[in-house]
Every structure is written in C-alpha cells, then in structure tokens.
C-alpha cells in the first residue's frame, strides 16, 4: 500500500511545472542569505545610527554579526580605503552591504558614491537586486524622492535580447555575432538602400528615441530590463549599457572588471569615486588568473588558418571594389590610431586583452599597416605555433624567451606583437565583419601574440603534448598561464577608492593580501551569533572497521577505503531525514568509487533508503537532477545528490533547509599536483611571495572544502551536520585553515571519530534540532537585536547583547 501511494504522490509530482518548481526554489533561495524567511513581510522595520551615518534597514531585527560588518565597512568607506570581510554563510552579507552602502551615499549628498556590485552568476545577480528592490522601496517610504536610485544589473545580450530571432542562436557569443549582424553602422547603412537586409526593430525604436532613451528610477533586475524593453520596444542590452553610466547601482558580473576585453568597453566611464564590491571571492585569485591566461590547441591554429582564408578573400574584394576604405585605414594607422575612437556601440569589439597601463600608445609598427603585410605576419605566427605543438616533451619558457625564439625563427618583433589584436580589430571594423563568433580562433591566437608580446614577468608558456591524465591520446596545447593574480585586479585598486572583498570562507585572511598584492585598512572575519548549536561539524578518519580513510593517491583506490566511505553513507542515509549531499574530489573520483558501489551492492543498499542524483559536466542534466533532487526532498521521499569540489554546484547552489541536513565532503579538494601549470604557479609564488607550496595548496583545498560543507546551512533558522570523511582533516595544519564560524562549532570530541561514533553523534544532534527553536535568544544568547538593543550596545558593547 505505501509503495503505491508513493507512486502516486511521484507521478502527480512529475506533472508539477519544471518552471514553478524553480521560481519556489529560488523564492527559498532569496530568503535564505537574508533573515528569518518571512521578517521582511511584516510592517516594523529599523532605522539606526552608525557614528554620521543612518541606516536604513528592511527587516524587523538585525543580526550582531550583521552590525559588526556595517561599522567594519563604514570604517573603510571612511578611510578611503580597500577592505577584506569575511561573514558567515547566511547571516545576511548581502542586505548589511547593499543598506550601509546606500545609506552612506544618502548622508552625503554632496559626494555621492556608485555603487558597483560584482557578483559570479546570473541567479546571484538576481537575487542581489532583490534584496536591493525590498532595501529601496523601505528607503522610498521614509525618505520620498529623496531615496530614489537608478540600479540595474548587465549581462550579455544572451540573458537581455528580446529578439527572438537572434535568441534562436546556440550559446553566448553565436548570439553576439547575430545580434551584431543587425545593429553593425555599416549593415544599417546597407539596409537604408537595400529594404532586404535584416534589421533590429527593438535596436532601431532605441535609436530613434536618441537621448529620450532612458530608464526611469528603480531597480531593474534582468527580467525587469527585458519587459521594460518589450514594453517600449527598445533593445534592453544597448539601453543598460548606456544607463551604467547614470546609474548608483550596477550589479555585474566580475569580468566586467576583472577581464581587460570586457572591462575595456562596459567599465571605463566609472568614476573613482565608485565602491566596488566582490561577492563571494574566496576565488578572485583564480578569476583573475583566467582573465589574462590563453591556450592555443591544433583546433585553434586550423580555424585560425580558415579565418585568414577569409580574411585575405575579403581584403582581395574590397581592393576591386572599396580600395579607399583600405587606404584611409593606412593612413589612420600612419598617425598612430590603432582604433577609431568614434566607434558606435554595435561595432565596439572586445577591447585589447592587456591591462590599460600596458597598451601602447603609439603608432601602429610599419610591417604591419597594410592589411595584406599583417596577414602576412599571421600566417608565420600560426606555422611558428604549430612548429611548437609538434613536440613529444613538456616545454616551459618564459615570454622573454619565446617571443626572441620568434624573432629569431619567423621574424616577428615583440613590438609587432603586442599590436596584433588591435591591428586585427581595426582590420575587422574596415573589412565590415560581423561574424564575430566564426573569427574566434584567429582572435585567441592575435590575444595570446598580444599577452606574450607585452609581459614578461608573471607569466609561462607551457607547451604539452598531452594530457597527462590520458598520456595514450595525443592532444598537444600551448598555453600562456598567468601566475600573479595582483596583475589583473591592480588597475581595479588603483582606480577606485574603496573595494570590497567578501565572502563566506576567505580563511586564512591574511593570504589574500599578499596574493592580490593590496593593503586592507580594514580586515576582519566574524562569527555567527546563535541561540543553538545549529552546525555539528565532525572529522570522520577511520571507519567502523577502524582502518583509515583518505583520498591520499596512494590510498584512494583502497577497497577498504571505498568501502568504509560506502558504508558511512548507508548508515547516514538510514538515520538522517531529507536531503543529503556528498561532494567527491574530482569527476574521475566520482565515477570510480560509484561504479565499484554498485558492484559491490553498496548503491543499491543507499538507493532504498533514498533516491539517487548525480551532478555531470552537462549544465542542463545536472540542473534536471537538482530539479528532481528538491522534489524528492518535496515530497518526504529524500534524496542523495553527488556532486563535485570545484563543480558548478559547489559554488553556487544553496541547499538549505531540508534540501541539505547532511553534506559529506569525500577527501580533501588538493588541485592536480601533477599540473605543470600549477607548478610552475607554486614556483612564482614562492619566488615572489614567499609563500610556501604546501601553505597553498593547504588553503586553496580547505577553503573549496568550506565552500562545499558552507551550501547546508544559509540561515540561522536552518541546521545540518558536515562530516569532513578524511584522516587529514585531523591534523591541525590542515584544521586550522577552516573559517572560523565552523571551527568554533567543530568539538574536539568530534575531531577523530569512527562510522558508528558519527552514527551516534547525528542521531544526538538531530534530536536537539527536532526541539523547539528559539530565534530570538530569550534562554541567553541574543541573536535577534532589536533597535532598542542597538541603543544600549551603543553603551555596553556588542558582546554584551550577544552572550
């Protein structure tokens, strides 16, 4: 009888839409980085003071932790000055920055700051500018017109078209090049005589609207844009893009200030007066590495070689047909302007992928003017790589070395290079291409000639002909791997006055200055303040058999370790209700240990006490599975998700409430020590920093570790246990570089524990949570402050209030 009545509950639920199921998903989602799902309902809000400034704050109470982080980060806008903060995961981050912000800019009338607000995705984007909607419309009714803002959120035309025409391409940049073949000054000034040539209506109406084309004060989330522009038929990507510059509030992602190319064209009319602001950073280190990185495979030279084909035929038609276009893009270069600085929107490309301060402002070099002579150079520069690729050995060099060693063997200058992508731009302009997504391959190439030709500290080529991992196929890559981090985000630092660097797990946080090269005035890591014990972290080294367990090399592949990982989770799952996500160290980990659960009947043993998901490197199947997986949970059944250190869903979805009462972290996250690019990253920062190999690659695994087991919990009203299942998490080098609001949790009877002493913990700990909540801290711990609190913490202090 159950067994049918939970067929039926399954099928019906089957039917419930993919969409609903989503958008409540992300309702939960929006509650949970802010307080208690429900405070902001209700009608009693805060307004309080901090020294000059009055914050205006959307919810009923506030957390300590929260009014630690505001004074913390007026004292750095007062300063002047760049900070690093690091908050406990989901005691409201989000809310306490965006109401201290705006309620600074709101004191100083006369000095009004822009906020920009960097975040890693889209769904983080959205839900930012909803906490900011709730923030503004509270501002609104105490303040009037005096509190009004403009704030919106950019991305790329893929998430912002309306067109349907131009969605209707494949992925991101095939949706660019569609959307330029429409709104390009040249293919506008062909449909002018010729009625046929497709056109953009929505780009068209915000043309014609020329200076009347603006948004209305408010906050506008992509979704906002997009009817906003449906409604007035005006293109919603152009429209942002030109309202950034009147706008208080920008919420973007990082690469539109991290990213040269990017950053170059979206971000270069902000004032300095601008607070930037990097939301879940832990990883801005590996962002700004990838900013300035390029890798060159075969499959890149041989497009590359198609896209100069074209290019050469193109320049061949225009000599028959428009010869002057050629000769005036001469001379422009003879007067040292690389690129047209009247250039429209539509036609503006990716900017110059090196940093501002390192772009040459000269004349472009002679050997280069004639489209005909830089065609040429290519062509060398392509044979020289591919010369390079064809290798049997690991090569590494410096830039110095590989660009003489071009010189030397294809008579390319440095200084030629570092024009390449400039000259390939302009050439691109003059010869009217709009194709921008086939041209790919020739633009890596003049990217990575670009790079190579400007730097020469910092940086490595490194050439290898296969994978180490899959030494028997053959997959020779050539990769320009940037080393220091500091390079890309310097210009940022430079630039403007106060920068905000932010996150959950930032232990230990003194390393980040020294990778980014800054000085904080401000650095500080808080605590979560609770009225129970809500997280129960516990370090699981042995199993109920007592022999060890560890994803060490040479112990991963153990039976007995993957057997006593088997069987702590058939025991967890029998015990622990709802959801319970597992993080592996890498795919290959994943697939290996599973196949061997269910050979050994261990999986089926998991699978009758809950149903089974997987996390795959298909964006779409893993979105299916967590789909699934939160209906499962839904619907009483339970759940089991695999997942991934270092995948999309350790990063960026939240399991909260019952969709995580359990997160086993499988091993310790240790990058590919093998990697010859990681070596050679350890080299320079050793050389350069001072920081020891181990040290690294010690924080960069337990700070993705703390990122996994951070996902279970993303309120105070929420609770769930973290099992770290590896002896090395023991020792207490490895231990102590946890953040601090999980080390505080994590006992020392919990530091050495069995399978069957873990058993008995979770069941222990899941009766104290099946207790009434107490949320406001009656039984003496105050969590839920009130404004009157904040009024005598004025004269007592926070820990006062707090314990």
């Not at 010189?407 to 390449?420: H, P």
Request: aromatic letters at 10%; one cysteine or more; a neutral charge.
């Amino acid at each position: 009888m159950f067994n049918k009545t939970l067929l039926v509950i399954e099928v019906s639920l089957s039917l419930v839409n993919n969409t609903q199921a989503s958008i409540l998903a992300g309702n939960f989602a929006k509650c949970s980085d802010s307080n208690l799902a429900g405070h902001w309902r209700r009608r009693k809000k805060m307004i309080f003071k901090i020294e000059d400034v009055t914050v205006y704050f959307p919810y009923d109470n506030i957390y300590p932790e929260q009014y630690e982080y505001m004074v913390e980060l007026k004292r750095a806008l007062d300063a002047k000055g760049h900070c690093l903060l690091e908050m406990p995961t989901g005691t409201g981050k989000t809310i306490a920055l965006l109401s201290l912000i705006t309620s600074y800019r709101l004191s100083r009338p006369d000095s009004p700051i822009k906020l920009v607000y960097c975040t890693r995705t889209v769904h983080e984007m959205e839900k930012t500018l909803g906490e900011l909607k709730i923030l503004h419309d509270y501002q609104l009714t105490h303040l009037g017109a005096q509190a009004k803002i403009l704030a919106l959120g950019l991305s790329s035309r893929k998430n912002l078209c309306v067109n349907s025409k131009v969605l209707a391409a494949e992925n991101r940049d095939s949706v660019d090049a569609a959307c330029r073949k429409r709104t390009a000054s040249w293919v506008r000034a062909l449909a002018a005589e010729n009625p046929n040539v497709q056109l953009c209506d929505y780009f068209e109406s915000y043309e014609k609207a020329a200076d009347n084309a603006l948004l209305p004060p408010g906050v506008y989330t992509l979704e906002d844009l997009r009817a906003f522009g449906k409604n007035r038929g005006w293109c919603p990507y152009f429209l942002a893009r030109h309202m950034v510059q009147f706008a208080n509030v920008i919420v973007y992602s990082y690469q539109y200030l991290l990213d040269p190319k990017v950053a170059g064209i979206i971000s270069k009319e902000l004032q300095k007066e601008s607070v930037i602001v990097f939301d879940e950073a832990h990883n801005i280190d590996n962002v700004c590495i990838e900013a300035l990185s390029v890798s060159v495979r075969r499959v890149t030279l041989e497009g590359a070689n198609r896209n100069l084909n074209k290019i050469r035929q193109e320049i061949d038609r225009f000599k028959a047909t428009d010869a002057g276009r050629l000769r005036a893009e001469y001379n422009r270069l003879i007067e040292g302007l690389a690129l047209r600085g009247d250039l429209s929107g539509t036609d503006q490309w990716l900017a110059n992928p090196a940093l501002p301060n390192d772009i040459l402002k000269e004349a472009v070099p002679g050997n280069i003017r004639r489209a005909e002579h830089f065609v040429h150079v290519l062509r060398r520069l392509l044979q020289y790589l591919g010369g390079r690729l064809d290798t049997e050995n690991v090569e590494k060099e410096s830039p110095v070395s590989f660009v003489s060693s071009l010189n030397s063997q294809a008579g390319i200058e440095q200084k030629t290079l570092k024009f390449c992508y400039d000259r390939l731009h302009s050439l691109m302009m003059t010869l009217e291409i709009t194709d921008t997504d086939e041209f790919l391959p020739i633009q890596t190439v003049c990217d990575f000639a670009t790079l190579v030709g400007t730097y020469a500290r910092g940086f490595s080529i490194i050439i290898e002909p296969y994978d180490e991992r899959m030494p028997h196929i053959p997959d020779p890559i050539l990769q320009l791997s940037c080393h220091d981090a500091s390079l890309a985000i310097k210009p940022v630092f430079d630039r403007f006055q106060s920068v905000v660097i932010t996150s959950g797990t930032l232990s230990p946080i003194d390393l980040y200055p020294r990778l980014l090269s800054f000085n904080p005035v401000v650095s500080r890591s808080f605590k979560m303040s609770m009225t129970r014990d809500c997280i129960c972290p516990m370090v699981l080294t042995r199993g109920s058999d007592q022999l060890p367990v560890s994803t060490k090399f040479d112990m991963r592949s153990d039976p007995g370790v993957v057997r006593n990982y088997g069987k702590l989770l058939v025991e967890m799952v029998s015990v622990v209700p709802d959801g319970v996500v597992c993080f592996f160290v890498s795919y290959s980990y994943m697939d290996g240990i599973i196949a061997t659960w269910n050979e050994t009947g261990i999986l089926k043993e998991i699978t009758q006490q809950k149903l089974v998901f997987f996390e795959t490197q298909d964006v779409v199947e893993t979105t299916l599975a967590l789909d699934n997986y939160r209906r499962a949970c839904d619907c009483g059944r339970g759940a089991v998700f695999f997942s991934v250190a270092r995948g999309k869903v350790a990063e960026g979805i939240d399991f909260d409430r019952h969709y995580g009462r359990l997160v086993v972290m499988f091993g310790v996250p240790f990058q590919y020590t093998l990697s010859k690019i990681l070596l050679a990253r350890l080299e320079y920062l050793r050389d350069t920093f001072q920081i020891k190999e181990g040290d690294f690659l010690t924080f960069d695994a337990l700070r993705q570790a703390a990122q996994c087991v951070g996902r279970v919990i993303r309120s105070k009203a929420d609770y769930g246990m973290m099992i770290f299942a590896d002896k090395r998490y023991s020792r207490h080098d490895k231990r102590s570089k946890l953040p601090g609001w999980i080390l505080s949790h994590l006992r020392d009877a919990h530091l050495n524990l069995s399978t069957d002493m873990a058993i008995h913990i979770a069941r222990e700990f899941l009766r104290k949570m099946a207790q009434p909540y107490d949320k406001t801290g009656t039984m003496g711990r105050k969590t839920l402050l009130t404004q009157e609190d904040l009024e005598k913490m004025a004269e007592t202090g926070v820990q006062d209030m707090v314990y």
